[in-house]
T-cell receptor, first 115, second 114 residues
Framework: AQSVTQLGSHVSVSEGALVLLRCNYS??????LFWYVQYPNQGLQLLLK??????LVKGINGFEAEFKKSETSFHLTKPSAHMSDAAEYFC?????????????FGQGTILTVHP | EPEVTQTPSHQVTQMGQEVILRCVPI?????FYWYRQILGQKVEFLVS????????KSEIFDDQFSVERPDGSNFTLKIRSTKLEDSAMYFC????????????FGPGTRLTVT
């Protein structure tokens, strides 16, 4: 079974500041990990994913995440926040093996960017 | 760029009525999913579908729910007798593979049960 915990339901940063959104996972098998973004009244858009290749994953819009097995973490970062980054961010995990790819989501983190 | 589409965008129904939510997955994808998000809560997995049968379902997906791929393009979720607690945003997703394949999500259908 898998689970995801996102620390902080709300994160607020100033424009130009570092963005750090935390995600910890639990999985009984090697996981695949994903970050999705949801803008108001829209669906989920993939930012980036980890699928057992490089542990530092780069995604769209300048975001990146690092898979740390020892810490069971997959935190999302962006060096410099932009106003357009304001959205809700979801971390998700799926199991490998015989799984058909079911995603288990964290509770989401709302990112607010102040001018 | 190919995308997943869903209709309707908003459905209002009375308790006890049947609803069918429709999705058109990306054309070359083989794996199909439904998720829901109750307002203010996390996105929850409902069901996955592959090779014309359910491959996995959650505890939420009880006998009131069913899925179907009636033709080569549509993928539907039916709720037989809606309850107030079925009010949520329902997302369809599709993928060309498992094993870390990206699931592409549709914009969702907001279901309101009154």
């Amino acid at each position: 079974a898998q689970s995801v915990t996102q620390l902080g339901s709300h994160v607020s940063v100033s424009e130009g500041a570092l963005v750090l959104l935390r995600c910890n996972y639990s999985s009984s098998v090697p996981p695949y990990l994903f970050w999705y973004v949801q803008y108001p009244n829209q669906g989920l858009q993939l930012l980036l994913k980890y699928t057992s290749a490089a542990t530092l994953v780069k995604g769209i819009n300048g975001f990146e995440a690092e898979f740390k097995k020892s810490e069971t973490s997959f935190h999302l970062t962006k060096p410099s926040a932009h106003m357009s980054d304001a959205a809700e961010y979801f971390c998700a995990v799926s199991a490998g093996g015989t799984s058909y790819g079911k995603l288990t989501f964290g509770q989401g983190t709302i990112l607010t960017v102040h001018p | 760029e190919p995308e997943v589409t869903q209709t309707p965008s908003h459905q209002v129904t009375q308790m006890g009525q049947e609803v069918i939510l429709r999705c058109v997955p990306i054309s070359n994808h083989l794996y199909f999913y439904w998720y829901r998000q109750i307002l203010g809560q996390k996105v929850e997995f409902l069901v996955s579908f592959y090779n014309n049968e359910i491959s996995e379902k959650s505890e939420i997906f009880d006998d009131q729910f069913s899925v179907e791929r009636p033709d080569g393009s549509n993928f539907t979720l039916k709720i037989r007798s809606t309850k107030l607690e079925d009010s949520a945003m329902y997302f369809c997703a599709s993928s060309d593979r498992t094993g870390g394949g990206t699931q592409y999500f549709g914009p969702g259908t907001r279901l309101t049960v009154t």
